[in-house]
């Protein structure tokens, strides 16, 4: 029995029903399917890792943007356990406006909800825009204020009049959609119909680009921003991480869109597409071949000599910079294994920085991705709809006929398309070896139990089951929060990642607590890498 | 209440009410919770609990969606049930209700029997518990939840000897240890709850997902029976008590105490203890002594220390009571709960230890958010933060420690391990609040020490006090801060026409655009004359706090005017506060008399610290009746500034220097003189500009632009804090920054352009523009300009054809100065675009009459054909004077640039 059916055998009719479509193991050469069931319905009661809409919204897309006062509508709950929590790090722009370290509620009452909110939140902006002089104020909502009906859109209207502020509300109630993924998208439309293309100061550069879906954990962002920066690259801005509205206004202005976390943000990329013709282009910045291959396509995307040119020497000088480093990191780490459960992206970009480290992946899996993220760009036509994302609004986005630009000619186009990821993503599962496993959705029990089957040596995922790995003797490392570390983008985050790595698995208390299949007869262990036998 | 508006909680000082509840039911063995409502819920509240116990957290969602909330989430509850009893096993499950749950109108408890009803095997325990987050804090679903279990669970009242302990949220360690001293008094008891190894648990053990510690149930049942019940929580709603549902239903008598927290508390509880028939631990006794011979030793230390002091009412309660008792003030002490109880009994407990060292000030705040702490903080002038966590950004802001001693800490480890109760918390928590006193005082005691004896500097405690109030006089003094210059006015008095050095970029004759000169455009005074000139100007201008010295030569160079004018002042006025400014050449001569004529501020020009700089600069000196030149002019120039800037902050006078940065000279030598002046005691540096004076040996270099300035500014920044205010005034300047009324309040019409040749007969008027913010006086910068007054004159008359609005100008910005110069490619460019627009503003006019010019506007507006004056004078005088002076002398007097 694999691992998969090992997991799946403990779970009773109803709920193996739910799960086995979210289990693959890959047998591609054998004919096996690479076809996976994602973004539906997590089953109650088995202690899903997933967040809610709310989360998606204001802690991801929203909360890092730093001169926008974010007041969370709603009870004191949602507000304070989205402060500050995500590591999304952000200084202060030149208007010395950075809100990143604050939390703001209505801390709604009792009587709040049940003779409405409104008048509390009107008043809350008023204080805000009173105290802290924002040039915008976000409105999130959390699940209640959906319930009573306050018309939070109505506020942010009248709010904008009022103060002459930009005021935009995100109907993000914690309930709607199936995980923080709805979230994302809420909070991509409302940037999208607010934000951006309300500014048109061009950035007055040659190579200007957007970078979509970095968040700047544990400053990610400003790594790539190194880089990027030395290659000439003109930077117009960053969503979200170490975003600002400013930047983010005009970002209708560069030349191109650089994907990073394509599962929450690929709307925004899309729908610029639509509107001003930019192009996007899928990248990562995590791993020497991914950054180097995402730093080519863009070269080679914008076709000029000098700057490809001045890519391929900062690439050389990267490399030899922390060649050594990697290396030996690398001899420490050789043959080791690993397991990633992060949200909708990183569990597939590590693994190349993985690759590097000579680190294995036995299992990886997505918190809240959509088949797309694990099969390709090209299965979007193939999902079906169901109730759940058909609650989330599907912006009709117009071409703008003012700014509209052409970028590259339909045969460039094409023959870019067949060399780089140009508006598309392979997804996860193609860059997985067979006998690997993909899961989605991966819950407390699951964890654990493929942690005693396929016994990696480290586990990637986040702070919940961070402590239950580690009871079991694993090492667990935190691919959200990078565990109080980071960066981990780009050639100096690689180090990091690698010196992190062997610290971890160096540290003198593992040799003194056995993991449990060292201690139990491993009957179950039977189908686990032949390394730790 | 406090005085917060209160429909925005910036930064909260509370949690949630779900979180209590399962936080409390951590402590009851075999027990699982699940959220109904939205995973979210479970998400963060397992995210948070899991980082501050660094501890595995599960609890599982109902995990309703969009459908839920419409149809009912009835079904969601029952497969969540059917799933976690399958996975896990539970004995007991705690079903909490969530924000969403409540709005919506679930009745969990009508769907749990419906449930139980239909599963007659079931044999788990299902608990319900209402708890919205929008009805309470974590506080109150902590003990709703134990209410909770104790109302749902089923009772054996059957009588016994042992005694209920029931507290509210402690830590792991905490309850550990009440537990030890529970079991050495040899008292039959029931600890509810018990987190001690649910959320502390050891690594060795295999793990098990079901919590195995905690309270069992039948211990719970059986509570209904009991002795007593000993409610260690002050301030618990009696409708959320569960000592008194106990008591209530079943007879059990309750003792509410306070928690054990410090020595009175401790005491009461043992003593609570001892008169139920518990035997005290011998050790607890000699723990007892430990911590008052602690309390003995720690006294010199904490007695410093003014506590903010935030978190849940009973452990605030706790804390403060421990600080004053060991007489360290709490001057704040603030809920996040909404506990209307707490305030009275908080001051009672503060006042007596607050008067008793004299302290006024102390804030007790219910229902408060961080912004409401953080500005008490300030203002009561706390030095120790003793809460969670979430301090610590006040902390940082406040540069105040904190110590971390409640939930939540996120940002240290060991939460799981806070100790707070009994003896040997109190102990602790004494040594880690005198040790954090210590380490602040340790790290700033030479700093303190040395400005209250000896002003910031080695020299007399006189010294140390004048610095104390001449550096508080700064707050007045438009020059010194930026706020000042708005509401706070000057005045310069012209009494000190000569000068001993002579610097490249000026030209005696004429206004000194570098260093604040009026040349002779002005009159100068006699002492006496000043002292009516400041007299009749403080008159009617009530805002008038500065009276200052700047010329137009140097104040030292004319001592003796600049004393007599002093002293004539000082003798009407004790307060206006005294500036001057000096090339610094004579300082070491009369710095100590400086301070004795009570003048609190002087700046001092020091362009170089090099004398190989300073030859470059200075041509010559003359000191003592010699006349020194090159190199030698300016070492001693530069020696006599240094050891005079040292000799006056030794004496407490608050110095400012000025540089006047020159391209090619000292540009990259000013970081040098910054990092030197700012060793000798030096507080704020005035990095200018030079701008070239026609006829000045300097009169070709070119000037640094404004990119390279700031940048330089900003890199002297981290040495030095820079003056960006500055206006580069007149030596006779009066009233606010900016605004100068020296013309208006002038006795007599100064006799500078009087001398004109005569109009050479009648010819066509001339259009003239007058850069001027009053419309009376010539009295802006041409780049600065907002507007041109435009006139037309023939030199006998001039009449005011339009105010004319420079394209672009915002009103009130003017680019002044007061505010950081742009830096990226595209500000500069708009910044070049600002003179491209007052160019154009004045293309039609044939002259332009500015109170200063720049080189390259005054060489773009000279090839256009346009004569350009540099005066300060009223407008009709300045356009007829130029006008004439256009007209009748070809070869135009070299004042004009």
Not at chain 1, 209 to 222: A, C, K, S
Not at chain 1, 333 to 346: C, D, W, Y
Not at chain 2, 367 to 381: K, T
Not at chain 2, 773 to 778: C, F, Q, T
Request: charged residues 25%; proline residues 4%.
């Amino acid at each position: 029995m694999d691992a998969k059916s090992e997991v799946l055998s403990r779970y009773n009719a109803k709920v193996f029903k739910s799960r086995k479509d979210h289990i693959l193991r890959l047998s591609r050469s054998e004919g096996g399917s690479a076809e996976i069931a994602a973004n539906s319905r997590a089953v109650p009661g088995i202690m899903t890792n997933r967040g809610c809409c709310y989360a998606g919204c204001k802690g991801v897309v929203v909360g890092p943007i730093r001169d926008a006062v974010t007041i969370t509508h709603g009870p004191i709950g949602c507000g304070f356990y989205s402060w500050g929590t995500r590591r999304n790090k952000a200084r202060a722009g030149e208007d010395g406006k950075n809100f990143i370290q604050y939390c703001f509620s209505t801390d709604m009452q009792e009587a709040d909800i049940v003779f409405g909110g409104d008048k509390k939140l009107r008043q809350a902006i008023r204080e805000a825009v009173e105290i802290f002089h924002p040039k915008t104020v976000f409105i999130c909502s959390t699940c209640p204020v959906g319930l009573i009906g306050d018309d939070i859109h109505a506020v942010a209207a009248e709010a904008e009049k009022e103060f002459g502020i930009t005021c935009a509300a995100f109907s993000c109630e914690g309930y709607k959609g199936v995980s923080q993924s709805g979230g994302h998208h809420i909070a991509n439309n409302g940037l999208m119909k607010r934000i951006i293309g309300s500014n048109d100061t061009p950035p007055d550069a040659k190579f200007a680009i957007n970078l979509l879906g970095e968040y700047n954990i544990g400053g990610d962002g400003w790594e790539v921003e190194r880089i990027l920066k030395r290659i000439g690259y003109k930077i117009v801005s960053i969503f979200t991480g170490n975003g600002s509205i400013e930047e983010i206004s005009r970002s209708h202005l560069a030349g191109l869109n650089l994907v990073q976390c394509h599962r929450s943000i690929n709307y925004v990329a899309e729908m610029m597409k639509s509107a001003y013709g930019m192009d996007w282009l899928k990248v990562n910045f995590i791993g020497m071949d991914a950054i180097c291959g995402s730093l080519r396509d863009m070269a080679e995307y914008f076709d000029d000599g000098a700057l490809k040119l001045r890519t391929e020497e900062v690439i050389a000088e990267e490399l030899a910079a922390v060649a050594e480093d990697m290396a030996f990191f690398r001899s420490r780490l050789e043959g080791k294994t690993a397991a990633l459960f992060v949200g909708g992206s990183r569990s597939h970009h590590y693994q190349s920085l993985l690759r590097d480290l000579g680190v294995r992946t036995v299992l990886a899996g997505y918190e809240f991705a959509h088949r797309d993220d694990y099969e390709g760009r090209e299965v979007i036509p193939d999902i079906k709809e169901d109730a759940d994302n058909k609650n989330i609004e599907q912006l009709e986005v117009e071409r703008d006929p003012k700014r509209y630009r052409v970028f590259l000619s339909p045969e460039r186009y094409a023959e870019l398309k067949g060399r780089m990821e140009l508006e598309s993503y392979a997804g996860m599962i193609r860059d997985m070896p067979d006998g690997s496993y993909v899961v989605d959705d991966l819950n407390h029990f699951e964890t654990e139990a493929f942690t005693a089957l396929l016994r990696p040596d480290i586990f990637f995922s986040g702070i919940k089951d961070k402590y239950v790995l580690q009871k079991g003797g694993t090492l667990s490392r935190q691919l959200h929060s990078y565990d109080y570390s980071g960066p981990y983008a780009g050639f100096r985050g690689a180090v990091l990642f690698g010196r992190d790595l062997v610290m971890g698995l160096q540290a003198p208390a593992w040799r003194l607590v056995t993991p449990p299949w060292k201690r139990q007869p491993a009957e179950t262990a039977a189908q686990g890498d032949a390394t730790h036998a | 209440m406090s005085s917060r508006i209160v429909n925005l909680n910036v930064n909260p000082c509370k949690m949630c009410m779900p979180l209590g509840v399962v936080n409390a039911f951590y402590g009851v063995a075999g027990c699982i919770c699940l959220l109904h409502g939205s995973q979210g819920c479970s998400t963060y509240i397992r995210r948070h609990m899991a980082t501050h116990y660094n501890e595995p957290v599960d609890i599982a969602s109902s995990s309703l969606t969009e459908e839920g909330t419409v149809f009912g989430g009835e079904g969601n509850l029952i497969r969540g049930l059917d799933n976690l009893i399958a996975l896990y096993h539970p004995e007991v499950v705690a079903v909490a209700t969530t924000c969403l749950a409540e709005t919506i109108g679930e009745d969990v408890r009508a769907i749990v029997r419906d449930y139980l009803a239909g599963r007659p095997d079931c044999r788990v325990k299902i608990i319900t518990v209402n708890s919205a987050g929008y009805s309470g804090t974590r506080y109150e679903g902590w003990f709703r939840a134990l209410r909770a279990l104790l109302e749902q669970t089923d009772a054996d009242a059957s009588a016994h000897a042992g005694v209920n302990v029931v507290t509210g949220p402690l830590s792991p360690a905490d309850t550990r240890a009440l537990k030890r001293l529970l079991r050495g008094t040899g008292l039959d008891f029931t600890l509810l709850p018990d987190i001690s190894d649910n959320l502390d648990g050891g690594c060795g053990a295999p793990y098990s997902r079901l919590p195995a510690g905690g309270t069992p149930l039948a211990a719970i049942a059986r509570m209904a029976g009991a002795r007593a019940t000993l409610e260690a929580a002050t301030f618990v709603p009696e409708e959320a008590s569960p000592g008194r549902l106990l008591e209530e239903k079943f007879g059990v008598p309750l003792f509410r105490l306070n928690m054990p927290v410090g020595l009175r508390d401790t005491d009461a509880f043992l003593a609570a203890l001892e008169e139920l028939g518990g035997s005290i631990p011998a050790e607890e006794r000699e723990e007892r002594a430990r911590y008052l011979d602690a309390m003995v030793d720690a006294h010199k230390h904490v007695a410093l220390g003014r506590a903010a002091v935030f978190g849940e009412p009973d452990l605030v309660y706790g804390l403060t009571r421990l600080c004053c008792e060991n007489g360290l003030v709490p001057v704040v002490a603030a809920t996040g709960a909404d506990c209307p109880a707490l305030k009275a009994v908080l001051e009672e407990e503060i006042r007596p230890v607050a008067e008793n060292l004299m302290l006024q000030r102390f804030s007790v705040l219910n229902f408060a958010d961080f912004d409401d702490i953080e500005a008490a903080v300030a203002a009561n002038g706390a030095n120790l933060l003793i809460g969670s966590s979430d301090g610590r950004r006040a902390a940082h802001r406040r540069n105040i420690p904190l110590v971390r001693c409640a939930f939540p800490v996120h940002d240290h480890l060991g939460g799981q391990r806070i100790r707070v109760l009994g003896y040997a918390g109190a102990m602790r928590l004494l040594d880690e609040f005198s040790n954090a006193l210590i380490s602040n005082l340790e790290a700033s005691f030479r700093k303190t020490i040395r400005d209250r004896c000896f002003g910031g500097r080695e020299g007399s405690a006189a010294a140390g006090k004048a610095a104390g109030s001449n550096r508080a006089r700064s707050a007045t003094h438009p020059c010194f801060s930026e706020a000042a210059g708005h509401s706070f006015a000057r005045i310069h008095l012209p009494v000190a026409p000569d000068c001993n050095i002579t610097c490249n970029y000026c030209v005696r004759a004429f206004d000194c655009p570098n260093e604040s000169r009026p040349g002779v455009t002005s009159r100068v005074l006699t002492p006496d004359e000043a002292l009516e000139r400041f007299l009749r100007v403080r008159e009617s201008m009530p805002s008038l706090r500065v009276a200052g010295i700047a010329g137009p030569g140097d104040a030292l160079a004319n001592f003796e005017a600049t004393a007599e004018t002093l002293r004539l002042i000082r003798r009407e006025d004790p307060e206006v506060t005294f500036c001057l400014s000096t090339n610094g050449l004579l300082l070491p001569l009369h710095a100590a008399r400086l301070a004795e004529l009570s003048v609190s501020h002087v700046t001092i020009t020091i362009n170089a610290v090099d004398p190989v700089v300073g030859a470059r600069i200075y041509s010559q000196a003359a000191y003592m009746g010699m006349r020194f030149r090159g190199e030698a002019a300016a070492a001693m120039l530069l020696s006599n500034q240094l050891a005079g800037l040292k000799m006056l902050t030794d004496l407490g006078v608050v110095c400012k220097v000025n540089i006047v940065l020159i391209k090619g000279v000292n540009d990259t030598h000013v970081e040098d003189v910054v990092r030197k002046v700012k060793t000798l005691g030096a507080s704020i540096a005035n990095i200018m500009q030079m701008i070239p004076v026609r006829g000045s040996a300097f009169e070709h270099m070119p000037m640094v632009d404004n990119k390279t300035h700031e940048a330089l500014r900003g890199r002297c920044e981290s040495i030095l804090p820079q003056m960006r205010h500055c206006r580069q005034c007149r030596a006779d300047a009066v009233g606010l920054l900016g605004e100068d009324q020296s013309i208006r309040l002038r006795e007599a019409a100064p006799a500078a352009l009087s001398s004109v040749p005569a109009a050479p007969g009648v010819e066509s008027p001339v259009k003239v523009a007058v850069a001027s913010r009053s419309g009376v006086v010539v009295d802006q910068h041409f780049g600065f300009a907002e507007q041109f007054y435009i006139y037309e004159s023939d030199g006998l008359s001039a009449r005011l054809l339009e105010a004319r609005r420079v394209a672009g100008k915002n009103a009130g910005c003017g680019g002044c100065g007061n505010r950081p110069l742009p830096e990226g490619p595209e500000e500069v460019e708009a910044g070049g675009g600002k003179i491209v627009r007052a160019l154009e503003a004045v293309a039609d006019c044939g002259v332009v009459v500015a109170m200063r010019i720049g080189d390259s506007p005054s060489r773009q507006l000279a090839q256009k054909g346009i004569s350009v004056f540099s005066t300060y004078d009223s407008i009709d005088k300045a356009v007829k004077d130029a006008v004439l002076r256009c007209r009748g002398a070809a070869a135009a007097d070299s004042r004009f640039l």
